[in-house]
């Protein structure tokens, strides 16, 4: 579904690569933790997969396409089949629920009717019946979040990426978006997640990817985020 192919990517040309000549294949349906300190290269990760950034070397392949080969005005097409999620919820304020979670789909021309049965529908998969009408503000983080994970997954893409969705989330807040995230992989949607929560890893036995210094160390299934030595 992703897939790296000795994948450079340097910034600033005298400064060290962010990722360097990283190979990783992740198959469809599949939950990937993505650990390493802050600075090492799990954005720039993202950020390739959604062509926001060019590889420097190598190539990265979504679902089988070549990202570099994507023509710009194909890209919102590419990011539409790849949804994202982010440690700071990147609501509209001046919106309601119902509002944020619509716009994802009148950006893709649905109509009003198909807007109205889908939107309560995908607020009551992430737990947020009810709740339409509230603005951001009047919700607590884990529900902001909530809303940002319908909004993301209420075009059903075939990957969504998370980087650090628990960051801002108290423990067990957390873990009940970890629970959301693992039901909708186990619907088919691959996920890749940047995370520093040790204890979320530790609990959710995912394949686990670590990054140090733009370099892969470790691939396990059924990891834990530090290395058992
Ligand atoms: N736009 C940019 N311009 C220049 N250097 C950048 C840019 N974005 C990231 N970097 C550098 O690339 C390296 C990797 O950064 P990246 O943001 O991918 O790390 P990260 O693992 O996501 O860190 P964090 O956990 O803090 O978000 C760092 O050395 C960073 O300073």
Same mark, same amino acid.
């Given at each position: 579904?992703?897939?790296?192919?000795?994948?450079?990517?340097?910034?600033?040309?005298?400064?060290?690569?962010?990722?360097?000549?990283?190979?990783?294949?992740?198959?469809?349906? !599949?939950?990937?933790?993505? &650990? %390493?300190?802050? $600075?090492? #290269? =799990?954005?720039?990760?993202?950020? /390739?997969?959604?062509? @926001?950034?060019?590889?420097?070397?190598?190539?990265?392949?979504?679902?089988?396409?070549?990202?570099?080969?994507?023509?710009?005005?194909?890209?919102?097409?590419?990011?539409?089949?790849?949804?994202?999620?982010?440690?700071?919820?990147?609501?509209?304020?001046?919106?309601?629920?119902?509002?944020?979670?619509?716009?994802?789909?009148?950006?893709?021309?649905?109509?009003?009717?198909?807007?109205?049965?889908?939107?309560? !529908?995908?607020?009551?998969? &992430? %737990?947020?019946? $009810?709740? #339409? =009408?509230?603005?951001?503000?009047? /919700?607590?983080?884990? @529900?902001?979040?909530?809303?940002?994970?319908?909004?993301?997954?209420?075009?059903?893409?075939?990957?969504?990426?998370?980087?650090?969705?628990?960051?801002?989330?108290?423990?067990?807040?957390?873990?009940?978006?970890?629970?959301?995230?693992?039901?909708?992989?186990?619907?088919?949607?691959?996920?890749?997640?940047?995370?520093?929560?040790?204890?979320?890893?530790?609990?959710?036995?995912?394949?686990?990817?670590?990054?140090?210094?733009?370099?892969? &160390?470790?691939?396990?299934?059924? #990891?834990?985020?530090?290395?058992?030595?």
């Amino acid at each position: 579904m992703i897939s790296f192919k000795k994948v450079t990517k340097t910034y600033d040309r005298n400064a060290r690569p962010a990722l360097k000549d990283i190979s990783l294949e992740v198959e469809r349906g !599949e939950f990937v933790f993505l &650990v %390493g300190a802050s $600075g090492s #290269g =799990k954005s720039t990760f993202i950020r /390739l997969v959604l062509k @926001e950034e060019r590889p420097t070397a190598g190539s990265v392949l979504v679902a089988g396409q070549d990202v570099d080969a994507i023509p710009n005005w194909k890209v919102p097409q590419l990011r539409r089949n790849v949804g994202t999620v982010f440690q700071d919820f990147r609501l509209l304020p001046n919106k309601t629920v119902f509002e944020n979670v619509a716009f994802a789909l009148q950006v893709i021309g649905k109509s009003r009717g198909a807007i109205k049965e889908t939107v309560p !529908e995908v607020l009551k998969t &992430v %737990g947020l019946e $009810g709740k #339409g =009408k509230r603005m951001p503000h009047e /919700l607590s983080g884990g @529900e902001q979040q909530r809303v940002a994970i319908a909004r993301a997954f209420v075009n059903k893409p075939g990957i969504l990426l998370a980087d650090e969705p628990t960051g801002n989330l108290d423990p067990t807040t957390s873990l009940g978006i970890m629970k959301l995230l693992d039901r909708i992989n186990r619907a088919g949607t691959t996920i890749v997640m940047a995370t520093h929560d040790d204890e979320i890893v530790d609990e959710m036995r995912k394949r686990v990817v670590e990054l140090v210094d733009g370099e892969i &160390v470790r691939d396990e299934a059924s #990891g834990v985020y530090g290395s058992v030595r």
